[in-house]
């Protein structure tokens, strides 16, 4: 299997820094990700809380198209019950135009957080609506005049402006990927034949089972073999590269416990549920434990062994956990001198 690294972006706030400083520092990964070889840069958003300071990811996504030239794009995730279905596809569809093919959609659920409330989207949208939203936002990529007459959205029928399949050279329509989590949310995506996006949190054993179920739904929805075999299934991940293991888990977890705790920690929820922040030093831990966290060899074979184990072959690793610049910027160049020749 042809094993594809991309770096994931948070633009993560740490303990002591400012944002700017978070968003200098993506910036900076995204556009030497391109100069190190990578396949792919994704773009987290988050809202009101330090753990990610990109409120909008095709807006980031966006200014990174428009300042590379071969990388490919990707929003992991752009939050669908926060905003709207059809505005999100014209900007897709602008974007697919625009870089010629380079930008993926990734579209998620989000969380109960009180973004529903700000943005006035209710928790109903969370709750009940994403597959709704899901798609009349597939509508909008693939039809040429969507209209709509459900409960949350009803409006006459428009045209599309611009057509995604405008582009002379490239797929029809911007690729898009969806964040799963659980059963549910895998059928949901197979029967739409969308690739999935598997969280960092998840072991090798629990992605191949999501992924075996996928393949299982997409077959009982009827897409056809070669659709179901050749899906670009995502991983994301962990890497930080050291010459030893030691003192690659040592940047880690001197830096991510305190982000986790400030980042994880300024959710709220929009009714007032209580929820159950992971431990962070047990998470930093778990994640050194299952990602490529290491000297090169080590990385290279446990990306391998990961693509061989749960068929994802792509994979969007987080290179800014230790919170610096100039180590991030280190991590970014190892990772595509050292492990990406191992790969290959």
Known sequence: MTVRVGAFVLAAQFPGQGQSEA????????????????????LAEHHFVPYGVCPSAITLAAQL???????GV???????????????????????LTSRGRFTLGVGRGGPWVDLEVFNAGLAAYEEGFPDSLDLLLRWLHEPRVGASGERFAFREVPVVPRPDELLD???APP?????????SVRLAAERGLPMLLGMHCGDQEKADMVAFWRRCAREAGLPAEEIEGAAHVSAGV??????????????????????????GAHTTVDGRQRRMRDPHAYTELLCGLHPVGPPRLCADRLAATAERTGVGRFALLVEGSGDLVATEENVRRLGAEVLPLLS
């Open 23 to 42: 968003l200098h520092r993506a910036l900076r990964t995204a556009e030497l990700s391109e100069e190190t070889g990578l396949d792919s840069v994704w």
């Open 74 to 96: 990707g929003t992991a995730v752009s939050v669908l019950p926060t905003t709207h279905p059809v505005a999100l596809g014209e900007q897709a569809a602008l974007l697919h």
């Open 170 to 172: 490239g797929p029809a």
């Open 239 to 264: 890497a930080q590269l050291a010459d030893t293991r030691a003192e690659a888990v040592e940047t880690l977890t001197k830096a991510m416990p305190g982000w986790f705790r400030q980042g994880l």
């Open 65 to 71: 198209l428009g300042a590379t030239r071969r990388i």
């Open 176 to 184: 898009v990927v969806m964040a799963c989590t659980s059963r549910r």
